[in-house]
């Protein structure tokens, strides 16, 4: 790493690239992050390190990186790189191919952190779409080949990172009238906003909790949730799609209430919306989970796997987990099926009057033909179905409060969420039944089933107490 003084320009810059691991929307790790600090004319600071994102990376991103698992094991947690990355970036744009991308990658690994780590940013795809029109591709390697950029790395942050810093340069010569620059860069969007929005933003913390939109008459016309109040609130008050701006137009106030813990939010979210009904939750007034995944043995004594529509008449005791729709639930039984060495067509997912297609790959052992042992498969449906449901029957949830020296606490009894409360580490609570004296009823349901296995699968807890 290169330190060097930063001198003071009208516009300072923070030129950066970011590898991840790969996956699933707002699920990704860093893995690899380089920034360049640039004030108009050269660099003036510099920062490039491997991260350690505490998952695995995926096999595409292996191969088109060359970052393995084996590389990050002793590299540093973003925790230990997030406050040279803060230093780095003080009082800086933030550029980056894709900026959105890079932006929200970093502004969610610092949301975990509990720090809000909001930036005025430039796209240079964006800006060379409108400075270099009719190129052939716009990609970062491509395009700073066809302009004559030298480009070392590719796929690696710090030579990504690099050849970005040499685009930026040639498209601040290309903004001779240094309009279009003006144009792109992403304002801080308060600064956006009429002054009784500012006053109703000014009044919500960056804290984790549910928030309640108002109109005139003070009834909720919105409920959401969210790990940071003030910044979800500042996106609806921006956003220019429909909702967005019906609510713009008719908000007067926000009221919230602080959970703490992303989980309670999540519960008390569902059953406010569910109770409440207000007309911009449209989507979440029907139940969330419109797909169900159910068990049931078939004729010949073999454990099946079944995707159905919630509303058909199967008893929740066969129901293993619900989604949000059909293709999710497919997606994940494609998933388990592979991750047990189960049968597809047992679990539905073909048609076949022989083998199924992973027979062939000899992925299935033969249950599909009965070739297999009926309880040897069984079993292994059995594991699956035991590691989606609650880990005891009778349990306490504990994690992190709304303050430093308070705990949360969610209780589940005979397999039914009973609610949540919040204890203070001053008092000496050390018994479940007083836990349970504290807990605020809550409705249980299939959705708050379902956000509690998911969360639990997803997420470690501080701690689980079995009451059985």
Do not use: W
């Not at 109770?275 to 169900?292: D, E, G, H, V, Y």
């Not at 068990?295 to 058909?312: Q, T, W």
């Not at 027979?359 to 309880?375: D, F």
């Amino acid at each position: 790493m290169v330190e060097g003084p930063i001198q003071k320009k009208n516009n300072l810059y923070a030129i950066l690239d970011i590898e991840t691991t790969g996956g699933k929307y707002n699920e990704e790790g860093i893995t690899e992050i380089a920034i360049y600090r640039f004030d108009g004319h050269e660099i003036v600071d510099q920062f490039c390190s491997l991260v350690n994102p505490e998952k695995n990376i995926q096999p595409f991103v292996v191969n088109l990186t060359g970052i393995n698992n084996k590389m990050l094991y002793n590299a540093p947690k973003f925790y230990e790189v997030a406050k040279r990355i803060i230093e780095i970036t003080k009082n800086c744009i933030i550029v980056a191919h894709n900026a959105q991308f890079d932006n929200r990658i970093l502004a969610t690994e610092f949301d975990r952190l509990g720090y809000s780590f909001e930036k005025e940013i430039v796209c240079t795809v964006e800006l060379s779409k409108k400075l270099l029109p009719d190129l052939p591709s716009y990609s970062l390697g491509k395009l700073v080949r066809s302009l004559g950029i030298p480009i070392s790395d590719r796929h690696r942050a710090q030579g990504d990172a690099k050849a970005t810093v040499e685009l930026f340069k040639l498209l601040l010569e290309k903004d001779t009238k240094k309009e279009i620059i003006s144009n792109i860069i992403r304002k801080d969007p308060k600064r956006q906003l009429e002054p009784k929005l500012l006053d109703i933003i000014n009044t919500l913390p960056t804290t984790t909790g549910v928030y309640y939109i108002h109109r005139k008459n003070g009834k909720i016309i919105y409920v959401g949730k969210s790990k940071n109040i003030r910044k979800r609130i500042i996106q609806h008050f921006t956003n220019d799609n429909k909702k967005s701006k019906k609510i713009q137009l008719e908000v007067v106030s926000v009221s919230y209430e602080e959970t703490g813990y992303d989980l309670i939010a999540l519960l008390k979210e569902s059953q406010e919306i569910k109770t409440l009904k207000p007309i911009f939750n449209q989507a979440l007034k029907r139940n969330i989970f419109q797909s169900q995944l159910y068990s049931f043995y078939d004729d010949n004594g073999y454990l099946n796997l079944k995707i159905g529509k919630n509303i058909e008449q199967n008893s929740d005791k066969n129901v293993v987990t619900r989604f949000s729709n059909y293709q999710q639930a497919k997606n994940f039984l494609y998933k388990i099926t592979e991750e047990f060495q189960l049968c597809q067509k047992l679990n539905h997912l073909e048609k076949s009057e022989s083998t199924c297609f992973n027979y062939g790959l000899k992925t299935c052992n033969g249950a599909c033909i009965n070739k297999e042992k009926v309880t040897e498969y069984n079993l292994r449906v059995q594991n699956y179905i035991e590691k989606s449901s609650y880990q005891f029957d009778h349990m306490l949830i504990i994690d992190k409060g709304r303050f430093l020296d308070e705990r949360s606490v969610i209780l589940i009894e005979n397999g039914i969420y009973k609610g949540y409360g919040f204890y203070s580490l001053n008092f000496q609570i050390n018994t479940p039944e007083v836990l349970k004296s504290i807990i605020i009823p809550m409705e249980n349901n299939r959705d708050t089933q379902h956000i509690i296995q998911s969360y639990l699968r997803k997420y470690k807890v501080q701690k689980i107490i079995n009451l059985e």
